[in-house]
């Protein structure tokens, strides 16, 4: 008997994205990619338009010589050309670096030096923008505007800068696409980096077309060639969540919002083009609920929405189900995780539940996709139970979590093979994992864990709150006690005692928060998730620390 293994006799492809967008140009070309574009109008055109135009890209870097994994970084909303780019940059070989134009400056020059950018392609409104940082930036030999000839405007300042248009245009379609190990380098993007530097997670085609297929999947963001989807989530942060290659993989039509994100654009696009799915963050979807609201408006085609990044109000899952008819599918992921991890779709058993039940169970994460194991463990390593009480930090793997970050040095900390999340999550029996907090946010009050999450979910319910953030100040007492940091609606009225009020019988008693602290505005970060720690440095914060550091 010889121990040698046998192989399967199947046809070895590799899971390349420039595959996706054969398959797509072969077999639903037509379908439709619509585009608001910085200059304000509409563009439209289809899958084969793309196709065409991504192995021009293509053929573009390769006439300048550029090696193979070089990074290729844009500077852009969600659009055409930026979709061009995710099919032709990695396509051809090099890498996609999508950098999230709402950072800092300065985090922007260290992001492209840190991750040697040769070429950056940038929407022309970030103009101001690669003014001010491209001296800094002595990698990048070649930027490009995404906007035609007659758009890019004289005497900007930028050597050699060439319109999108102009760049590609010498190049024929006419293009083979390279045949590579599917384990190489296709994106990047870096965590947006709250704490400290942000690091870089460095996508595979292999990871990227298996997390397509779990994108689409019915229990995930069920994407199919009935779609017309509406991807508010940034193509600069995560891909878009991958519904770009979904949608090619699929032969779902693409709506791209551009920069116009308030919720009167997107209410008019989704109605103008009779989006049925979309997907984006809380913060995003309170706007276009508002707008709705206010107008009196409703959804004639949106069927669904996936939301997620950070944690979805059940007052919002409770207002598109019951008021608009739209499902919301609350989703956990991160930079790391590709990012799917979790989608809270039922299982058959649980559409038996009374309404309120399941009302409860659509606010939890969600359960795991295949290709997403997770666990949860204690101060000493131990797994923890799934009952849907006992929590712990939530660790993940699988073949779209990251493995290390870039460069790979080792410093993704992985434990036997499982990657630590930094969140604190529990898990119950049917595998519905909920996310109590992010391990930094989790507010210690006599020993105990209070659930910032909670205490925002519960504000968030009440009329007059627009934005809600939970965070711990210090208590000489209890350590640490909770207090609410609140916007109110505008023309609304609203008292610290009312608030106080409407925790009661809605958590227990330890848990409701000491004070209430209005603002103006809580500060976001660059993909519109609140800024705990810029929170804590407001001055209305500070005072208060003060204040009641003395309390007894
Ligand atoms: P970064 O880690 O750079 O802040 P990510 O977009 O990768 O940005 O954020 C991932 C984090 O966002 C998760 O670790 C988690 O804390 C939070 N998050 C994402 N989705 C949810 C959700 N549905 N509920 C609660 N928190 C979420």
């Known amino acids: 008997m010889t121990n040698e293994i046998q192989m399967g006799l199947m046809q070895p492809h590799s899971l390349l994205i420039s595959s996706l967008i054969v398959h797509a140009e ?5 379908a439709q990619i619509v585009s608001r574009r910085v200059e304000g109008d509409v563009h439209r055109y289809q899958w084969h338009d793309v196709a065409r135009r991504s192995r021009q890209v293509a053929r573009t870097l390769d006439g300048m010589t550029l090696p193979l994994s070089s990074r290729v970084a844009t500077l852009a909303w969600n659009g055409y050309r930026h979709l061009e780019l995710y099919f032709g940059v990695s396509g051809s070989g090099r890498v996609l ?14 992001i492209a ?13 970030f103009l101001p923008l690669v003014q001010a940082v491209h001296s800094k930036c002595p990698t990048i030999r070649q930027y490009v505007a995404l906007c035609d000839r007659d758009a890019l405007p004289v005497d900007n300042g930028i050597p050699g800068l060439i319109s999108y248009e102009q760049w590609i245009e010498p190049q024929s379609d006419d293009y083979d696409w390279p045949q590579f190990d599917e384990n190489a380098a296709s994106s990047m993007c870096y965590t947006s980096g709250t704490t400290g530097n942000p690091k870089a997670v460095m996508y595979s085609h292999r990871s ?3 997390h397509a297929y779990g994108a689409a999947l019915p229990d995930s963001m069920s994407i199919s060639a009935r779609d017309v989807i509406l991807p508010v989530v940034p193509m600069f942060h995560v891909n878009a969540w991958g519904i770009p290659y979904a949608a090619a993989l699929t032969g779902a039509s693409l709506v791209f919002p551009g920069p116009q994100l308030d919720g009167k654009s997107v209410y008019e696009l989704i109605e103008q083009e009779g989006v049925t799915f979309a997907a984006g963050v809380p913060t995003v979807w309170q706007m276009l609920l508002d707008h709705v609201k206010s107008e009196g408006q409703s959804f004639s085609t949106l069927k669904r929405t996936v939301i997620g990044g950070s944690a979805c109000p059940p007052s919002m899952i409770q207002a598109f189900r019951e008021q608009y008819n739209v499902e919301v599918i609350h989703a956990w992921g991160m930079t790391e995780t590709s990012p799917l991890g979790t989608l809270c779709t039922l299982k058959n058993k649980s ?59 080792g410093n993704a900390a992985l434990v036997d093979g499982w990657f630590p999340t930094g969140d604190v999550a529990t898990i119950d029996a049917d595998g519905y994992l909920q996310i109590t907090d992010r391990s930094k946010d989790v507010i210690k009050s006599g020993g105990e864990w209070i659930s910032s999450i909670d205490i925002e979910n519960i ?85 208060y620390g003060a204040t009641e550091g003395s309390r007894q």
């Open 26 to 30: 072969r077999h639903h070309g037509d």
């Open 97 to 110: 670096h999508t950098i999230n134009p709402r950072l800092h400056p300065d985090q922007i020059v260290w």
């Open 113 to 125: 030096n840190h991750a040697d950018d040769q070429v950056l392609c940038f929407d022309i409104s």
């Open 208 to 210: 990227t077309l298996l």
């Open 351 to 409: 559409l038996m539940l009374p309404a309120e039940e399941q009302t409860q169970l659509r606010r939890k994460q969600g359960r795991a996709l295949y290709g997403i194991d997770f666990k949860i463990v204690g101060d000493a390593g131990n797994e923890l139970p799934w009952d849907g009480k006992t929590f712990g930090d939530l660790y993940v793997k699988g073949p779209w979590v990251v493995r290390d970050y870039f460069p790979g040095q």
């Open 459 to 543: 504000a968030m319910a009440h009329p007059a709150v627009q934005l809600a953030a939970c965070i711990g100040v210090s208590h000489p007492k209890w350590e640490e006690r909770p207090v609410v940091v609140v916007v109110k609606r505008e023309n609304m009225t609203l008292d610290k005692e009312e608030l106080l009020q409407f925790y009661e019988g809605k958590m227990a008693k330890w848990q409701i928060p000491d004070d209430v602290i209005f603002v103006d505005a809580i500060p976001l970060g660059a993909t519109g998730k609140m800024l705990k720690s810029r929170i804590r440095q407001m001055p209305e914060i500070t005072a």
